[in-house]
Structures are given as structure tokens and as C-alpha cells.
């Protein structure tokens, strides 16, 4: 149900049904907004990881060595900051882009280790998608990747927007050219 500016409520219809229309939603662990921003994901996902960094300070008060830290950050941590990465990453903002990171400098000094950038991540996540898209030749995607004459380089997609240059083919693209 939609309600206008006079409270009359708007009835939206599918196949008979009354559809009740929500802001957002969680598909598969990620949260969908109406307006296609990524900020409802991107707070859930950071609210997230702080509870776990809980337990990873608590690890290293109980003076694990660092291996073991390392190892429970990539299970605990990052498996949850580098979910769907590469469908919502692209289009996240700077802000955004910046309290990821600020949560893997946290557990950076933690484990006191290097860690690798989410970007970083998102990066490779991107590239080995791509990679798995242009080997299989049944995937519904893969003939938006074709080659150049030159047979080196990929055809770039056609982007008007900057939402759509973020997203994840033409950064696909983008990145299997740059290899």
C-alpha cells in the first residue's frame, strides 16, 4: 500500500494480488533499497563486522599468534565485508568506501598484520568472476564480453551513466583489459 500526500492509500496489484511496497528488503544476505543505494547493505554489513572484531580482540587478549588471528579474520570478517562484493562495491560512495576500509585497518592493528584493502579484494573477486563468465560459453552473460579484432583486448560497453559505468561488466571489462 502507497499512501500520497492527501493519505489516500494507492493499492498496487500484481496478478490480482495486493503487493505491499517496502523500502527495502534482504535477498541472499544483501539489502536491496528502492533507490538502489547501497547504504542500508553497506551499515548492516559494517555493524556486522564490529561484533565480530569483538571477538578477534578478545582472541588476541588471550595472546593467539597472529596466524591464527589472520586466519579468523578471513573467516569471520572478511567473508562478511566481501559478500556480493562485486555486485555492490562499484557503486558504494566514498564515505562508504572509507568506513570498510577504516574496519580492516581496525583489525589490521589487531592482528598486527597486513591485511588486503577491500578494494583490493573486490578487484580480484571481479577479475576471477569474469574470468569464470568467458570460460563458460552457456553463461547468460558471456556475450557481453567479446573481443576486439585485435583479439587482445575486450569491447568496452557503452556507459551514460556513472552507475551503470560502476557496476559490474563494465568494470569486468575494464579490469580484463587492464591485465
Known sequence: MITTGTQDPIYIYINGMAVERVSSFKFLGTHISEDLSWTTNTSSIIKKA?????FLRTLRKNQLSSAVLVNFYRCAIESILTNCVSVWYGSCTITEHKALQRVVKTAQRITRTTLPAIGDVQRKRCLHRARSI????????????????????????????SRLR????????????SC
Open 50 to 54: 564490529h561484533q565480530r572484531l569483538f
Open 134 to 161: 568467458l570460460k563458460d560459453s552457456s553463461h547468460p552473460a558471456h556475450r557481453l564480453f567479446s573481443l576486439l579484432p585485435s583479439g587482445r583486448r575486450y569491447r568496452t560497453l557503452r556507459t551514460r551513466t
Open 166 to 177: 560502476n557496476s559490474f561488466f563494465p568494470r569486468a571489462v575494464s579490469l580484463l583489459n
